[in-house]
Structure formats: structure tokens, C-alpha cells
DNA sequence: TCAAAAGTGTTAGATTTACACCCATGA
DNA sequence: TCATGGGTGTAAATCTAACACTTTTGA
């Protein structure tokens, strides 16, 4: 409640993303080596400053956007990283956010550019200053997230396969799932519908696709998984 | 990865407190008055400045601190608020905490000295800025984090009685819950233990008081409730 | 003596888990 | 023809939820 401007000091203020996408049944992040210094060489993740005519959540949605090109992702934030010195630099706090994107959705190309790589998110190696204690919680929350709403579909295609699906959830919550219980469960859940298209690429005799129906999921919300 | 300190601008950032009580079987969080611009008048949380030299997690402990007189009190990270105009005056980003203190541990005299107030969650009128935002949020983090981890604790003296632990749970999570069923699920719990003292200001048989052992859950973490 | 809170077990229902075989197809 | 992933139901075990009466004591 007691506040004077004035006298007190500002700091730099960043965001860093947490990128998640899923690929050959593994939950994998973006990360690269740092261009610049701090920390040149280093394994980070991806971030940027926010402006000062700029909301926090947009610098986070603009950061992503400039790496990926991509508009509307999932994105949510993780929490402040204010330790002193926790950037070797300069006093910078940072806020975390994680983006759940379809691997197929973010150009190839784009991705080389900028010098990234999706690594497993069991592998991922020793990162710049405290970018492994974001990854930690961003995994954590987002595993949390995934428990109490569906949105495992942000990884996926827009058709997707259940063994896909089943794959995902394997792969964030690092343990195997039965089969049939699982299936059981989606086909309780409304708002994943089935379409009478068959994927064949996963196996010889195809499988179902079944995609995410928004307006079935806000209009029944009896949410649960 | 891309930063570049210089040509950005920095922020000030402040800390806030959402400071939970349980009092009169209801769970109560502590406003006051602004006693400065702008938002002079307005209910609002308690709140400081991040100094340049000061962790984030540090300067939202020293203003509880400041306030309370208390320390090592559970305080946790609810996140960061980032709005451009969420502050009236200047561009000033928010990190939101929520502190777990038991009421008879806050010094009356302080408490007005400061000009605060305790009042029910459920009546919390309209708020400065953002802070209705980060009631809510808080208050859905504290549930789920009660859910899963026993901190209830926090809000009550040191030996409180099973009745006392039921009402906190109750108020809570705003649904009344089954004696029989509560008891047995607490007795399951080894590090809520029973002592030998009895407790009679609430009944006029006296009730047993309890303990929670802080070594006996550490060890024996079959935590859940 | 009675009002008010403390304390205590059992049972039905719901949910969760474990488990194995046939199907369709392309190679 | 056979190897591969797709697809399906049932039964046991566990967990959850509902429910009512006796005890103690101060007023």
C-alpha cells in the first residue's frame, strides 16, 4: 500500500518462453545457443524484453510470434524470476511463459534461422543462468494443466489419431497408460469427436481421426481427465 | 536468447500481498485504505518495491515482514501482473504473492496501526488496479495447494482441534464436509498428531488438541488429501 | 436436565485398475 | 502368411460418500 515512485529503482524486465511440442512420441522443448553476451555458447531458452508500452502477456505472445510466426498459440505464464543475480549482467527479472505449439505448425526453416532445436525434455542439458528452474516448473505446471483441462490438442495435428493422443499423455506424464482405459475415458469426452477419416500412415490398417470440438467442450463443460 | 539491455527500457517492479487469515470459521484476507496517490481512498492489498539489490521472493517477505512483524511465514509466488495501465500513475509491473498466517500471531495494534483490516474472502469489495484479479488468483492457488499439501496448518495456532481443522478446510473450499469421513481421513495422517491436551473454549466437553509434525511428514511423505 | 459440540463404523455405490484377444492391412 | 498397430468388454479391487447415535459437561 505504500508506494512512491520516485525513489525506488527499476529494473529490466524479460520474458522467456518455454516451448513445448510433441514429436515421435517425446515431449520436447526449443532451446539454443545464446548469441550474445551473457552467456554466449550457452544453452537458453528463447526470451526477449518487454517494452515499455507493452503488456507483459503481449511481450510474451510478440516474443513467440517473432520466432515462430505463429499467432493464437496456448501460452501461459509460469511465474517472475527476480534472484539478484541471476543474470550475470544487469538486474533483469524475468517472467516465464509456456506455449504448447504442433511441431508441424512452426517452419523448419524458421527454426534453423534463429539456431534452435527441439530437444527431449528428459535430455535437456545444463541452461544458461536459471532457465532449468523454468523448464522444471513449466513442466510441472504444465503437466497440472493437462491433468484438469484438455489441452494435449495444442500439441497435436488438428486430426488426430487416440494412440497419438495416448502417446501424448504418456509422454507428459512420463508413465504408460492402458489402452483400453484410456480410450475408454475419451469416448466419455463429448468434445472429442470421431470423423469418419482414417489415418494410415501410423499403420496398416489405419486408424480413426478425431479432432477437438471447441464449442461442445465450452458448452458441456463436465471437464475432467 | 536475443537481448540487449541498453536500448530497452526498465520498469518499476513491486511486490503484493494477499495475507490469509482463518478467524471465526472464516477465511479472511487483510485490505486497507490507500493512504497515497493514485487510488487514495481505495481498498487495496498491501504492497512495497522491489529494491535494485533485493530478490523478488526477498522484498515480498520484507514487506510481509514489515507489516506483520513475522518471518519464516508461507508465502508463495501467484504470479506477475503486467498490464501497461494497471497502474494509474506509472508503468509499474506487479509480482503477486499469498502469505498463510495464524491471526493470533498478528499484533492488533499493528494491524490498525497500518490501518488494515480483516475481511471475509467472500465479501471483498472492489479493489485498486488489478487486485480483485490477484484475490482470485490467489485464492485459486491456495485451494489447490491445499489440496494436495497439508499447509492448513499455517492458518492455525500450533494445537488446534479436529473441529478447527474441519471449518478451515470447509471455508476453503466453501462446501460443507462429513465429520466421519474427515476424522478418518486425518487419522490416516501420522503427522497429525493427537496430544494429550484438551481444548475447552469450543465445547463445553473439550475437545483433544492436535499437532502437525513437520518431521513425520518430511519422512513419511505419503502426502495427499 | 438439557443444549451443544465431541467422538465413533458400516455399507452401498462409484470409480479405477488389470487384463487378452481378434481385426485389417501392406509388405 | 505374417508382422504391426487398431480396436474392443468384463470383473475385482479400491475409493468415496452417505448416514445416526452416544458421550460429556457447563449452564
Redo the contacts with the bound molecule.
Sequence with gaps: MTKFYGEHSKVWLSVDCIIFGFENGRLKILIGKRKMDPGRGEWSLYGGFVAADEGVDDAAARTLYELTGLRNVYMRQIGAFGKVDRDPGERVVSIAYYALINVADYDETLRMEHGLEWIDVEKVPKLYSDHNEMVRKARKMMQQKLAHEPVGFRLLPNLF???QLQKLYEAVNGEEL????F???IKEMDFIEKTEL?D?T???????LYRFNKRVYNEDPNFKL
Excluded: H, Q
Design positions: 489419431t487416440l494412440t492402458d489402452k483400453r482405459n480410450r475408454k475415458r482414417i494410415k501410423g499403420s496398416k490398417r489405419g486408424a480413426y
